[in-house]
């Protein structure tokens, strides 16, 4: 965008005098991040405005990506890049005596999202924009978003997430953009004038969706705007004046309060479906709101919903929002009066589900009445679903055991991964891996069925914020080497391979890891007193507490670690950092406990100092999409060491290994797809195949036997009995070899230990020659540019969704 410095300086004095009557010189720091942030607004709608004006309205087709979680994280920054204005405001902010880096730091964390699935819809909005394909996300507007993280006595404590007051300023109320949700009551068929049979649902709960509007400019000249939705929940009717009158306040207040309930905050928990009819209110509040907003804006143009799938394209991300599919069924029948057949059409060829996850206890399932006491017409629409394909697959003589694996109802409860299924055009996973191991496991059925459902688009990241934006170091040295061009091409950062013996480039990415960092160590040293050692190597695992991610596989090789300096401190090791970072959900106790095991650590090394020198453990605490791009530039080592076939991509991994990071980590998800781009000489690899944990499953594992015959990790499990800064963490280590847990080690952390603490020893040897590993980071950065979500959002354009870029000159 076209704007001078001093262009931009009257904006902002502008509404610095508009909003607070002040002038720059008494303003405050929080002030002037409002100016701004508003300043930047309007620019995004013009610049939507233009766009809009370039697109000839009903020319192409839109997608439109539900999802319940977006995570955000500050925008400020991220505009300010795509719009091409960094310098601009910068030079208007010193002119006014304030840093534009300082005015950053006064926005929020929109953490509406609880970890990869969250921030995976964020970078596809990003890319949506910049590749210019017309696009709209739809979300909640969350009061809370994730809670905050505070680590008290080494524990969690979990308090509310306000991230509103800075984060508000982004979003346009639309109150043109209301529509009423309905819960609960009752379904009544009757005749209409024409004597046609019709349905309708009385006497129920409603609920009014209002729409916030968030522009996302992408970047660069051929770059659009995409818009995200997110919706607030409030009363439908009117303020209860009677009963406020008659001093009854409480009840006068309860349905606002009611309502509103709806978009309070965001569940915390991922991986885990926990069936609360609240969470369900949620998902179909989303997805109602949605899709009416969308066919009030599709008939408006084209006067018939018949052509929607020629104009419309559905996305849910994950089955969170899969009540689109009897959603939009109800809409079609109930409102506007389509045949069943001629509505199901509509919706299978509208309709496409992404799945996140093979782990059984996080497909989501609901009880069959609560489904039904909320949703009364969806959950007959959803029955109706149920019958005509069971029936359909009966017809093909089916096995009646594969019949009830894909039932949508059965044993009282309603599994929405296969009503997604059935009523998608295509389903994906989100690795090469993963795609390949849903077809195999829980929709083996379906892929019988429907072979060509079923297809894969590989994750990806916005390598403009997680490279070009967060570690501005290495970015310039790239537009050095092979030009700027990569900002929108990212498959060009392969033309770095030219430079794979090139000392002097080599020498150049190892100072600016090391100038990342110092930079670190200062800003954590800044922000919480924690001292690093810049000079020890640092190895980061971080992301959402889970078991199946293993980070207590990494504890226990620290605590071995710990152990052998512990025996000899004088033992001449290269000194290392591990770095976590992790929120738990607040009702997972054992995730929680490995928190409080991570921080008994860390606290009892800071007691020793000369261990510390040699061996550190740090835990970020309130990790979240900030806090990852202050780290992730300064990181050595990416740890990536879930049990293989149980993480279903990662993202993480791709954005540390586009930052130089070597990855440490097993064959699952993604990483099966970074070891083949960077060879196996670029990445350290280690433990079970999908193939052996299977095997070593059926084969009866028994974690004990490992217990007893391997020295190195009795003395490490016995060390847990013994705990960190006095306390004890016997129940892991308990959970570890049998105790009172069903299945000791259920996610096999002691079988894969030993292959484990030999890839890092392997790691350790590789880095201690610098010149070999600041290849190693320049292979891993050369190749990750098809880990750019340019290509995962040209993926599904071009297989799933058949949408058309906006072309910019046309007229
Ligand atoms: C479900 C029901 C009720 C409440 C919450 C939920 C819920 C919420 C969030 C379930 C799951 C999630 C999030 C899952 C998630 O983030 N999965 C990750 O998705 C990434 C993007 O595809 C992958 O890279 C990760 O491997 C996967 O774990």
Redesign the pocket.
């Known amino acids: 965008m076209n704007k001078t410095t001093n262009e931009v300086q009257e904006l902002v004095l502008d509404k610095l005098a508009r909003y607070f009557a002040i002038t720059p010189e008494r303003a405050n720091e929080d002030q002037i991040y409002k100016a701004v942030a508003l300043v930047v607004r309007d620019l995004l709608l013009q610049k939507k405005q233009e766009n809009n004006a370039r697109i000839a309205e009903g020319k192409y087709k839109r997608v439109y990506y539900l999802c319940?979680?977006f995570l955000i994280g500050r925008s400020l920054k991220n505009n300010l890049f795509n719009l091409g204005l960094t310098e601009q405001f910068d030079e208007c902010l010193k002119k006014m005596n304030f840093s534009l880096d300082g005015i950053f730091e006064r926005e929020s964390d929109a953490g509406l999202?609880?970890?990869?699935?969250?921030?995976?819809a964020s970078c596809f909005m990003d890319s949506l924009a910049t590749l210019n394909y017309p696009a709209m996300g739809f979300t909640l507007r969350y009061q809370y978003g994730l809670f905050r993280q505070r680590i008290v006595d080494n524990q969690q404590v979990e308090l509310p997430d306000m991230w509103l007051p800075s984060g508000e300023v982004w979003m346009m109320p639309r109150s043109d953009k209301r529509f009423t949700v309905n819960f609960g009551g009752r379904v009544e068929e009757y005749h209409d004038a024409n004597g046609k049979m019709c349905v309708r649902n009385l006497d129920g709960d409603s609920v009014d969706a209002l729409a916030n509007d968030v522009m996302i400019s992408g970047y660069g000249d051929n770059a659009g705007v995409s818009v995200l939705r997110l919706w607030t929940a409030t009363s439908s009717t009117q303020f209860d004046m009677r009963s406020f009158s008659q001093g009854d306040y409480e009840k006068a207040m309860q349905r606002e309060n009611e309502a509103e309930l709806i978009s309070k905050v965001l569940?915390p928990?991922?991986?885990?479906?926990?069936?609360?009819q609240l969470?369900l209110q949620q998902e179909y509040f989303l997805v109602s709101a949605s899709l009416q907003s969308r066919l009030k804006d599709h008939l408006r143009l084209y006067k018939s919903v018949k052509n929607l799938p020629d104009k419309a394209v559905i996305h849910a991300n994950?089955?969170?929002p899969a009540l689109a599919i009897p959603e939009l069924m109800r809409l079609l029948m109930d409102e506007h009066g389509l045949s069943w057949d001629e509505a199901w059409d509509i919706t299978v060829r509208t309709v496409n589900y992404?799945n996140?996850?093979v782990m059984a206890e996080?497909l989501?399932k609901w009880d069959e009445n609560t489904f039904r006491n909320v949703l009364p017409r969806i959950y007959a629409i959803t029955c109706e679903i149920n019958r005509r394909f069971v029936a359909s697959v009966e017809a093909q003589h089916l096995d009646g055991r594969k019949i009830d694996a894909m039932r949508i109802l059965n044993n009282n409860q309603v599994k929405m991964a296969n009503l997604c299924v059935i009523g998608s055009q295509k389903v994906n996973g989100?690795?090469a891996l993963?795609s390949e191991i849903i077809k195999d496991t829980i929709f083996s059925e379906f892929n019988e069925i429907y072979p060509d459902k079923f297809t894969n688009v590989t994750?990806g990241i916005t390598h403009r914020r997680w490279l070009i934006q967060s570690n501005p170091r290495l970015a310039s040295l790239i537009t050095e080497l092979i030009g700027p061009d990569f900002y929108t091409k990212p498959e060009q950062l392969s033309g770095l391979m030219k430079f794979v013996s090139d000392k002097t480039v080599l020498d150049k990415i190892g100072d600016i890891k090391q100038a990342n960092k110092k930079d670190y160590a200062d800003y954590v040293k800044k922000t919480t007193g924690f001292v690093l050692n810049p000079e020890s190597r640092f190895d980061t695992q971080i992301k959402?507490l889970?078991e199946y991610k293993r980070q207590l596989l990494n504890v226990l090789k620290i605590v071995h670690y710990y152990l052998e300096l512990s025996d000899n401190p004088e033992k001449n090791v290269a000194p290392q950092t591990f770095i976590f970072g992790a929120k738990a959900a607040g009702s997972y106790m054992h995730a929680k406990r490995i928190i409080q095991l991570i921080n008994c650590l860390s606290q009892e090394i800071q007691k020793n100092p000369k261990i510390k020198k040699k061996l550190d453990v740090m835990f970020v605490e309130n990790y979240n999409v900030t806090q990852a791009e202050h780290l992730i530039p300064a990181s050595e080592v990416s740890e990536q060491i879930?049990l293989a076939g149980k993480?279903?991509?990662?993202?993480s991994n791709m954005k540390f290994m586009i930052n130089g990071a070597v990855t440490l980590g097993t064959l699952d998800?993604?990483n099966v797809e970074i070891g083949e781009r960077v060879g196996d000489e670029n990445i350290f690899i280690f433990g079970l195949k999908t193939e052996e944990v299977e095997r070593a499953w059926r084969a009866g594992y028994n974690s004990s036997t490992i217990y007893t015959h391997n020295d190195e990790i009795k003395r490490v499990v016995d060390r847990l009995r013994v705990g960190f800064a006095g306390e004890s963490f016997s129940d892991i280590a308990d959970y570890l070899i049998a105790g009172n847990y069903q299945v000791a080690d259920p996610y096999m952390c002691l079988l894969d230990f030993e292959d484990y603490t030999k890839a890092a020893q392997r790691m350790g040897e590789t880095y201690a020659d610098k010149k070999k590993w600041n290849k190693m980071a320049l292979v891993n950065i050369a190749q990750a540019g098809i880990f750019s979500s340019d290509r995962s959002i040209a993926d599904y354009a071009k297989n799933i969704w058949n949408l058309k870029k906006v072309k910019v000159n046309s007229k």
């Open positions: 319940m979680e999202g609880n970890g990869g699935l969250g921030r995976l569940y928990s991922d991986d885990h479906s926990q069936g609360k969470r994950d089955t969170h992404t996140h996850t996080a989501e989100v690795s993963h994750n959402r889970h879930s993480e279903a991509s990662g993202t998800g993604a």
